[in-house]
């Protein structure tokens, strides 16, 4: 499958900016069942500096610097990606990953096997996700039990997530924290995934964010409108013996051919799209627009 | 010696319970400390008691401080120096101490590498990845930089205590921004200045030398292996509680003391903003903690750093010492693992004895701990301040079962430490010496091959007998350390490097546009409470004169001098607006406020106390006399504040004594400082503010029309105001008159209290400001004086004088005195534009908000 992807971030200053240092997350992973073919990152005005890395997470990050006044900062990331989920290890082709229960599965962690150590720094606390509260513990322990499969409760972690969770972009945002989303169950993606992530952590599991984008489809018998996707976070378990699998608990599904991934971090701290500080004595206001189709 | 016949020693005894420094156990004194015994024997108790005094006001004196976060009197709290020192054998310390301290420096160098770098300790299993990846320290975004200097590590300080064996323990590592280096310095020279007796046939090790190497590891450290590189030392500010200390290594290395807001990164390089232009900065000795340094990629709400700083260290464009993320060595959860650790790199056994440790993650440890928990000592692996230690022997069952759910839930962030008694060593109270326990805090810098140790350091004393801790957050008692050695040493050098290839003489253009920020405003402070307090004086006197001889004209001027108040201060509504007539009945009650409100905006508390924020700002640049005349008025003021009832002449008295000290002040601070150092701004801001309540009295006092016995008893307030009644006399030898007083106040060109001479100085000084290169236009400070300037030289004291036409006011005056108000107003607003960059307000592209701890 190949897709068109362009993710356009703009802001209008009020007052202006003197100037600004930005860092943006938006370079999809060029990785096993999804290649980058092309990528572009425009931005405006022209930045005096600009720099590609790779972060510790393995991600691309871009830093970029604006030394002239400007009133309104546009940020264009456009690329083609092919993706073929067939490529990847299957869950459902691994007969050990399906079945390892948690109790194996924690067994197996324990181990003082070095080779897991970039694993096992998923399974603790990190900045949106700490202090774990009995309410999320209460939580995953419904689907965690020690003698059930990890694949199993993590794949019906997803879809209590997705039924008992309501998709509510007024009531959050991205500085919400996690223990207010499980009392009021409601919130976007990127809170369903963090309580995911937060309550396979609290049964010792690792769990990583993974942040990106989903293609979405029309109603039947309409155009699909430019600009109409969004960006999307998923959460990732890593499953022992096998190794990580995606779940999507806002679509209820395991991710394919349609989601194509940015970034993984231990939650949004680590991979937020763009990020800046900007000097500057006003509002500002923020517009996304993402447009994610078939490219043909 | 024997112990009986010293006085010194009386009930030292009955407090020996443990291993003290002095005393063995078969009661006979450590040889090391005899030579000293006896000199401070023939010193004797009550000459000790005068000397410990003594070191106490030299602290006092000197603004030797340490501020106390949320401590309504922690500000500025003076540093305790006890006078008895604490001694070490060269020996011992260069068979152990040195070697261990240099040993275990190389060790948490080669951490820092591997942590940030390949991460082999954790690869192969020496230590596990929750130690690294659990703690705060750990920063991320430092992951793989590559630094140009030799070592990672460039600074590092261990706090050692001497265990119940009698060898010397590592209690904890700084690594971050370790402070107590120039205190150090400080107790060394307090010492030789007041006891230079206690000194005799004892030969110290002075660090005079390791200075010279800390200085040459700064310019070593910077890229591209500059000769002459730019190097900065970063504090978050005086409201820190060692702030005295990065002002006092700022003057004493001659490097430009900075905040925050004064730098900037721009094409990729770290700049520091100065009043002409950026400046490149290569070097930043830092005392700011690693999180703080750069809000784009570390805390968001960090005011104290510079967004983009990251990156510059990435691009090896700037050296930061100790590099950002150099605090995951202040880490207890590597304790348990750094023999190993040394082993792994050196095939060596660990120097320096640690304290027992277990850390937590592991199971065999947890379940040791979980059953030992009364006896044992409980930290986080990412907390070693002393509020977040349990000391878990007075901890009651609740609290130790909250501490072991909080072990049971995290069990890696978790060590345990065995309990230690550490040794005591003499400290000198209430006349005799008792035994308190100590702790030192050594110093070690990176130098070519390897790491050079200060000779002694800071020793800082519990602060009660009983006490079993020692921290200097709560404020406690420092020692100085003395490594005594056999042999004769050199005599401490006051500055000791050849500063020959660093160019430290640095001219206006290079100053940093905060510091010039600060000396403007205190210019201005200190202009204001001058003329504020002298014209409340002056009132005051009016008004002890007043009960005197009831006059009729007296009132009525008193009437108007209360309402000039108003006007002078801007402190509205007063005795002008809104509830006048019952101030003016008691207007006692408002002149205290006036003078004792620090919350009011014009008060002359408030004044004071912004020019003593200003004034803070600025202590590098300080003189210890500017210090000791400052601290004359901060005192005064208190012992004020603190009366309950004032009279008039109460007030006017005080007022006295507070003018004498701020012009005593004002003249130290000219000849302190030099022109180019800064001076040019408190000038331009002195003089500025001292135009502006001149134009603001002529106009409350000279507009309006009064008859001429009133006419006369105002401009003799005025004149006494502005103390030129004598000059007055001396000029024009006749009755006053207005058209005199306005030659005198307002056209002098030779008088320096008149405004035409001010306006002139002020435009002469804005003229030698740097302005930038290229634009041959005259700066707007430039042409708001220029035109003040050419007003006051085309005036003509007839038209002055017009009366309008109901002879009530004169308008041409008060037209006049307005405008150049405005103008004066205007020039001030364009130098702050202009030249303290205000524009740089830093703020978050998306408001995040996260909740850090």
Known sequence: MLYRLSHTTSYKYENGVTFCHNIATLKPKDMLGQKVVNYALEIHPKPTDFSEKTDFFGNTITRFSIQDYHKTLKVIAVSTIEKDHTLMPDIHQSVSGKSITLSEGLQHLKHQDPGLWDVKQFILESVLIANISPEIRAYAEVSFQPNRSIFEAAYELMQRIYTEFEFNPNVTNVATPIHDVILQKKGVCQDFAQIAIACVRSVGLPARYVSGYIETLPPPGKEKLVGADASHAWFSVYIPTFGWVDFDPTNNQIPQNQHIITAYGRDYYDVPPLKGVIYSSGDNKMKVAVDIRPAV | ?853
Request: glycine share 4%.
């Open chain 2, 1 to 853: 010696m024997s112990i009986d016949s010293n006085t010194l020693f009386q009930n030292y005894f009955s407090d020996f319970r443990n291993y003290d420094e002095v005393l063995k156990s078969d009661m006979s004194i450590n040889p090391n400390w005899e030579r000293l015994l006896t000199n401070l024997s023939q010193v004797g108790p009550n000459n000790l008691n005068a000397k410990q005094d003594e070191v106490n006001w030299l602290m006092e004196e000197n603004g030797v401080t340490y501020n106390v976060y949320n401590d309504p009197n922690g500000m500025h709290r003076s540093w305790g120096l006890n006078i008895v020192p604490f001694l070490i054998h060269q020996t011992e310390w260069e068979n152990t101490i040195e070697r261990g301290l240099q040993q275990r420096a190389e060790l948490l160098n080669l951490i820092l590498k591997d942590i940030y770098g390949e991460r082999a300790l954790i690869k192969h299993g020496i230590i596990p990845q929750e130690v690294i990846f659990a703690h705060r320290g750990f920063l991320r975004q430092c992951d793989q930089i590559q630094y140009p200097a030799s070592k990672n590590l460039l600074i590092y300080s261990a706090d050692l205590a001497r265990g119940p064996d009698g060898r010397m323990w590592v209690v904890s590592d700084r690594t971050q921004a370790p402070s107590g280096m120039g205190y150090a310095l400080e107790n060394r020279y307090a010492l030789n200045r007041v006891m230079p007796n206690i000194f005799q046939n004892i030969h110290l090790k002075q660090p005079s030398q390791f200075f010279h190497e800390f200085n040459q590891m700064l310019i070593d450290a910077a890229p591209q292996n500059k000769s002459n590189p730019n190097i900065v030392i970063l504090t978050p500010g005086p409201h820190n509680e060692t702030y005295f200390e990065h002002a006092y290594l700022a003057s004493f290395l001659g490097y430009p003391l900075v905040m925050g807001n004064d730098l900037i990164v721009r094409n990729g390089k770290l700049w520091m903003k100065t009043l002409k232009q950026l400046k490149q900065v290569d070097v930043v000795l830092r005392r700011v903690d690693d999180v703080f340094m750069d809000p784009l990629e570390l805390r968001e709400d960090s005011y104290l750093g510079v967004a983009g700083l990251m990156e510059v260290v990435r691009e090896q464009q700037v050296s930061i010492v100790n590099p950002i993320g150099s605090g995951i060595i202040e880490n207890s959860g590597l304790i348990p693992f750094m023999n190993a650790i040394c082993k792994y790199f050196f095939n060596e056994d660990l120097i320096l004895p640690q304290i027992a440790s277990w850390w937590c993650g592991q199971q065999k440890e947890r379940d040791y701990v979980l059953n030992h928990l009364k006896d044992l000592v409980v930290k986080r692996i990412d907390r070693s301040n002393r509020e977040n230690i349990f000391f878990c022997e007075f901890l009651d069952e609740t609290a130790l079962n909250k501490l072991r759910q909080e072990i049971e839930q995290t069990p890696y962030q978790f060590v345990a430490q065995e309990k230690i008694s550490f040794s005591t060593a003499p400290n000198f109270t209430n006349g005799i010496l008792e035994p308190r326990k100590v702790m030192c805090r050594t110093f070690a810098i990176a130098k070519q091959g390897g790491y050079s140790i200060m000779p002694g350091g800071l020793v800082r004393v519990a602060s009660e007998r009983e006490n079993l801790f020692v921290s200097n957050q709560r404020g406690g008692i420092s020692k100085d350390f003395w490594v005594v050695s056999d042999s004769p040493q050199n005599y401490i050098q006051n500055y000791s490097w050849d500063n020959a290839s660093n160019q430290t003489i640095s001219d206006i253009n290079d100053l940093p546009s905060h510091t010039a920020e600060n000396l403007y405003w205190s210019g201005r402070y200190l202009g204001r409470a001058l003329v504020t307090a002298r014209y409340l004086r002056m009132v005051l006197n009016r008004m002890t004169q007043e009960q005197y001889n009831n006059r009729k004209s007296e009132s009525e001027s008193l009437e108007l001098l209360y309402k000039s108040i108003t006007h002078i201060t801007s402190t509205f509504p007063g005795f002008v607006g809104k509830g006048s007539e019952k101030r003016l009945n008691n207007p006692l009650e408002e002149i205290v406020s006036l003078m004792l409100d620090e919350k009011r905006y014009g008060s002359f508390a408030q004044t004071l106390s912004s020019f003593n924020n200003s004034y803070y700002s600025l202590r590098s640049l300080w003189s210890k006399d500017m210090w000791r005349v400052f601290d004359g008025i901060n005192k005064q003021w208190r012992k004020f504040k603190d009366a309950e009832n004032y009279s008039v002449i109460e007030l006017s008295k005080v007022l006295d004594r507070i003018i004498t000290r701020l012009i005593a002040f004002m003249g130290l601070i000219e000849e302190s400082i030099l022109v180019n150092q800064g001076l040019l701004l408190y000038f331009i801001g002195l003089q500025t503010e001292q135009a502006m309540m001149n134009v603001a009295k002529c106009r409350s006092l000279l507009v309006s029309n009064y008859n001429e016995q009133l006419q006369y008893e105002i401009l003799e307030s005025l004149l006494t105001s502005h103390e030129s009644l004598n000059i007055y006399r001396y000029s024009y030898r006749s009755y006053l008159s207005l058209e005199n007083v306005i030659k005198l106040i307002l056209l002098d060109k030779d008088y320096a209290k008149s405004l035409t001479y001010q306006i002139n100085r002020i435009k002469k000084d804005i003229d030698r400001l740097p302005y930038s290169e290229g634009s041959n236009q005259v700066s707007i400070c430039q042409q708001k004086i220029d035109e003040a300037h050419r007003k006051m030289q085309s005036l003509n004291i007839e038209n002055l004088l017009l009366l309008s036409s109901d002879g009530s006011i004169r308008p041409n005056l008060d037209d006049l005195l307005a405008e150049l108000s405005d103008l004066l107003h205007n020039t001030s607003m364009a130098i702050s534009d202009t030249y303290f960059n205000h524009s740089y307000q830093q703020t978050q592209l998306a408001n995040q908000n996260f909740p850090i701890t």
